[in-house]
C-alpha cells in the first residue's frame, strides 16, 4: 500500500484531487497503451520484416517497461528473429541512444504526460 501512497502522492503534484483509485486508473491506462504498443512490434518482427519495417513505438514510456515484459515474453518466445547481424547492430544503436534518459528527464515527462491527461 505504500507504494500505491508514494505514486499517488507524485500524481498529485499535478492533479491535486487525485487519490489512489486515480492513480490505479491512470497505471493501467498506461500498461494497456503500452501492451497495445508491444503487441505491434512483436507483430511486426514476426511478418519477417527487417529492421526498417518493425513497428516504432510512439511512447515515451516504452523503453522504460520494455525489460519486464520482455522478462514475461523470454518463456514463451517460439520465433525466429530475421534481423540480420548489420541490421541489428543499427537497431541497438538506436536502443541504447534512447535509453540514457536519466531521472530528470524522465520526471519531466511524466509531468508533461500527466499534464497532458488533465487537459482532456
Known amino acids: 500500500m505504500q507504494a500505491w501512497e508514494l505514486l499517488k502522492d507524485k500524481l498529485q503534484e499535478i492533479e491535486p484531487e487525485a487519490n489512489i483509485a486515480a492513480t490505479k486508473k491512470k497505471i493501467e491506462h498506461m500498461r494497456s497503451a503500452f501492451k497495445r504498443e508491444y503487441k505491434k512490434v512483436k507483430e511486426s518482427k514476426r511478418t519477417?520484416?527487417?529492421?526498417?519495417?518493425?513497428?516504432?513505438?510512439?511512447l515515451w514510456y516504452y523503453n522504460l517497461l520494455l525489460p519486464i515484459f520482455n522478462k514475461?515474453?523470454?518463456?514463451?518466445?517460439?520465433?525466429?528473429?530475421?534481423?540480420?547481424?548489420?541490421?541489428?547492430?543499427?537497431s541497438s544503436e538506436h536502443e541504447k541512444g534512447r535509453k540514457k534518459l536519466n531521472i530528470l528527464q524522465i520526471k519531466k515527462k511524466i509531468n508533461k504526460y500527466c499534464s497532458r491527461i488533465i487537459a482532456r
Open 48 to 58: 519477417g520484416a527487417g529492421a526498417n519495417d518493425v513497428h516504432v513505438p510512439n
Open 72 to 90: 514475461k515474453d523470454e518463456q514463451s518466445r517460439c520465433g525466429v528473429d530475421t534481423l540480420s547481424s548489420d541490421e541489428e547492430s543499427r
